[in-house]
């Protein structure tokens, strides 16, 4: 398995409260994402970065914001939490290296904002 | 119109069963991949292909590129199969990634 990791893997917290993720891969890849999945829905992205300090939005980025300061870190900040950002965050990683297209998936951290 | 759909949404069968799942996508692809995820649990890379097909023990993964088609299919099908299998298509315009809403899959011992 990829050397992805997530912290924490469960929270709740408060509308209104800020609230940090924390994605720490050990593969050395260039390419971190950052999605939400919810029932009906499927994995939506929220942020995605193409390296150190280069990141990009995805289709659901309101209300979110993503900081990439090594490689091996991307992590992702609810400004002011909402109950409509209840859901399970899913971080992944990408090379793109030697043709490689693979993502692969972190363990996932279940929010609940009350 | 979602880019990627599959189908069905829901499939219950009996174990032992011959299991297909189906992915179609409308725009160019350069590759296409199918992930498992088991409930309350991780999402787990099955099988990557731009062309073939790829086969690991029971699981087989098809993909037709002119039709604009990928099957997963499961012989031999077992209760520890159960899960939410998704796919995701890597598009050719501009390399993101579209995921499909996933088919629920419950085997029947």
């Known amino acids: 398995d990829a050397g992805i990791t997530q912290s924490p893997r469960h929270k709740v917290t408060e509308t209104g409260t800020p609230v940090t993720l924390r994605c720490h891969q050990t593969?050395?890849?260039?390419?971190m994402y950052w999605y939400r999945q919810d029932p009906g829905h499927g994995l939506r992205l929220i942020h995605y970065?193409?390296?150190?300090?280069?990141?990009d939005k995805g289709e659901v980025s309101d209300g979110y914001s993503v900081s990439r300061s090594k490689t091996e870190d991307f992590l992702l900040t609810l400004e002011s939490a909402t109950s409509s950002q209840t859901s399970v965050y899913f971080c992944?990683?990408?090379?793109?290296?030697?043709?490689?297209?693979?993502?692969?998936f972190g363990p996932g951290t279940r929010l609940t904002v009350t | 119109k979602n880019e990627v759909e599959q189908s069905p949404q829901n499939l219950t069968a009996q174990e032992g069963e011959f299991i297909t799942i189906n992915c179609s996508y409308s725009?160019?692809?350069?590759?296409l991949h199918w992930l498992q995820q088991h409930p309350g649990g991780g999402i787990v890379s099955l099988f990557m292909?731009?062309?073939g097909k790829k086969k690991h023990g029971r699981l087989i993964a098809t993909i037709n590129i002119q039709e604009k088609h990928s099957s997963l299919h499961i012989t031999a099908s077992h209760p520890r199969d159960s899960a939410v299998y998704i796919c995701?298509?890597?598009?050719?315009?501009?390399?993101?990634?579209?995921f499909g809403k996933g088919t629920r899959l419950h085997i029947l011992p």
């Open positions: 970065s193409y390296g150190v300090k280069d990141t």
């Open positions: 995701a298509a890597l598009m050719n315009r501009d390399d993101k990634i579209i």
């Open positions: 725009v160019g692809i350069s590759a």
């Open positions: 593969e050395n890849h260039r390419y």
């Open positions: 292909l731009s062309s």
């Open positions: 992944a990683i990408r090379d793109r290296g030697r043709g490689s297209h693979e993502q692969y």
